[in-house]
């Protein structure tokens, strides 16, 4: 499990500093910023939590300030994305400055939930530090924070990803907000399906969830260091348009 984790931490680490190159280029620097933190934060929280494992197999009882370390690096970063998210979402609206200003409120009172429903989850499962698995928690009473929080951050983006496209008014935006709000739904749906539909274990819901924070946090970095669509060369579809034009929400 340690040379997994450590495997991991490599290439987000590798990936993050790639990511330097491209982030001059980026339509939206401040997301592209932060997208860059999240991959680091994630690296951060795996590195921590591999050299905890690596101690807890030497001597059997771990160092709880890594696993908390570990777990507190974690949430940031599963908070920062879904702030990345909500931005994109409501940034890529075109349903006029009235729409706008619903979508920062729902925006903000999202993000709130889900910050406070993430760090009930990491408190309890800092504590958790004599355990191997970097979710062992997830199968308790304490995943439920975690999993209304995960419901509530996809039922946002559904609602505001739905509007954004039948507002949308070519068939390229339409497009962008569909394979945007599948790829957030797949995300923020995947670990209730683990818990939900399967018996798991504890490695298995380690690697299960590691990976799809790997594969998200890598796929959101990318997408925000992409010049904006059209761009010449790149063979890559872009964002919107409308993600570079002033907007009001700055809020979270």
């Not at 429903?117 to 928690?137: D, G, I, K, P, W």
């Not at 904006?228 to 919107?240: D, E, R, T």
């Amino acid at each position: 499990m340690a040379l997994v984790v450590c495997a991991l931490s490599s290439l987000a680490s590798l990936s993050s500093w790639r990511a330097l190159e491209r982030s001059s280029s980026s339509p939206v620097p401040s997301l592209s910023a932060g997208s860059l933190c999240a991959v680091i934060l994630f690296s951060l929280s795996v590195l921590l939590n591999t050299i905890h494992l690596l101690v807890y197999a030497s001597d059997g009882g771990g160092i709880g300030v890594l696993k908390f370390l570990s777990q507190f690096f974690d949430a940031c970063m599963r908070c920062l994305l879904f702030v990345l998210i909500a931005s994109v979402a409501t940034r890529s609206s075109s349903g006029g400055p009235a729409i706008a200003e619903q979508y920062h409120t729902l925006a903000v009172m999202a993000a709130a939930i889900y910050v406070l429903c993430q760090l009930v989850y990491n408190v309890a499962e800092s504590q958790a530090y004599t355990h191997l698995s970097a979710y062992f928690c997830l199968r308790t009473v304490w995943g439920v924070p975690f999993m209304l929080g995960n419901a509530i951050a996809a039922g946002f983006v559904l609602l505001v990803c739905v509007n954004n496209a039948l507002f949308a008014g070519d068939a390229a935006n339409r497009r962008f907000q569909t394979n945007f709000a599948t790829g957030c739904l797949v995300y923020f749906i995947v670990p209730l399906v683990l818990v939900l539909g399967t018996n798991g274990s504890s490695l298995t819901d380690s690697a299960t969830m590691l990976l799809l924070e790997f594969v998200a946090a890598h796929i959101l970095q990318r997408l925000l260091c992409r010049p904006p669509g059209g761009a010449v060369g790149s063979g890559a579809k872009g964002l919107p348009a409308s993600l570079q034009e002033a907007h009001p929400y700055t809020g979270i």
